[in-house]
């Protein structure tokens, strides 16, 4: 467990695939790619109780979960996807790393995380599967840590595409959004609801620093965790179209002092 430091990124590689732990674009689905150099397979580690982790998307903010679905054709065991922070129970984001001959990610009732495909490299799903045999372990369950340092300042957000088509027939998300109040009083200096149309993040900023009346650069969107922290809201939103929590943090507040981000870069 040392490998994972509490509020630090990693990534975690798959030994016998190379490949990286990767939060899909659709904000539910992880699988395994070869990009390194992304948020995508950058993940948040949390501490449980001391003896478990929690692992949280910084792209997206889903936790690495296990389902009670069967893995897709072609892959072993049960599904994994990420599940939002308002998920009613922990149970199915509760993770053991165990240090064997390789490290093993075991989930709290269910397995091993494990990659897929070594024989048919289209299949680049992850799930979680029960080691049968102890003295015949797949090294498809083995993981690589690999930490991801802190960068000091927020990269920049991706400027959106040009699309031909107008923004109204962009697909429309909801967006709930709260501006905590940081002076101590408790409650909340604004919040609301909106539509937003598209996967744009900057366009999303600009939006929503205009309804609450701030400068652009005066912000910074975060998403919730099941712990408090915040994490910051830094690539196009997923495909899914799920509707969105936004916490407002304002540029030089102890909460923005808080915020860290992965050095993907490095």
Do not use: K
């Not at 031909?164 to 002076?183: C, E, G």
Request: include cysteine.
């Amino acid at each position: 467990m040392e490998q994972f430091q509490d509020g630090h990124h990693v990534r975690l590689r798959s030994r016998e695939r190379g490949t990286y732990l990767h939060a899909d674009d659709d904000g539910l689905g992880v699988s395994i790619q070869r990009l390194r150099v992304s948020m995508n397979v950058a993940w948040l580690v949390h501490l449980y109780r001391g003896q478990y982790l929690l692992l949280q998307s910084a792209a997206y903010g889903g936790y690495l979960a296990v389902t009670g679905a069967p893995a897709r054709r072609g892959h072993r065991g049960l599904r994994v996807e990420q599940l939002s922070y308002y998920h009613p129970e922990v149970e199915p984001m509760l993770w053991q790393a165990v240090q064997l001959e390789g490290l093993f990610l075991n989930h709290f009732n269910s397995g091993n995380l494990r990659a897929n495909g070594r024989y048919r490299r289209w299949n680049n799903g992850v799930s979680v599967d029960r080691i049968e045999d102890v003295n015949n372990i797949s090294t498809m369950m083995h993981w690589v840590v690999e930490a991801i340092p802190a960068r000091e300042i927020m990269p920049r957000l991706p400027r959106p595409l040009l699309l031909p088509i107008p923004a109204a027939m962009l697909r429309p998300r909801l967006i709930m959004y709260v501006w905590p109040n940081i002076q101590g009083q408790g409650g909340l200096l604004n919040q609301g609801t909106f539509v937003f149309g598209g996967r744009s993040v900057f366009d999303l900023r600009n939006e929503l620093a205009r309804r609450v009346e701030l400068e652009v650069a005066q912000l910074v969107m975060c998403l919730p965790t099941r712990n408090g922290r915040l994490i910051p809201l830094l690539v196009d939103l997923p495909r899914s179209g799920q509707t969105l929590h936004i916490i407002i943090v304002i540029v030089g507040s102890p909460a923005h002092a808080a915020l860290r981000y992965a050095d993907v870069h490095a």
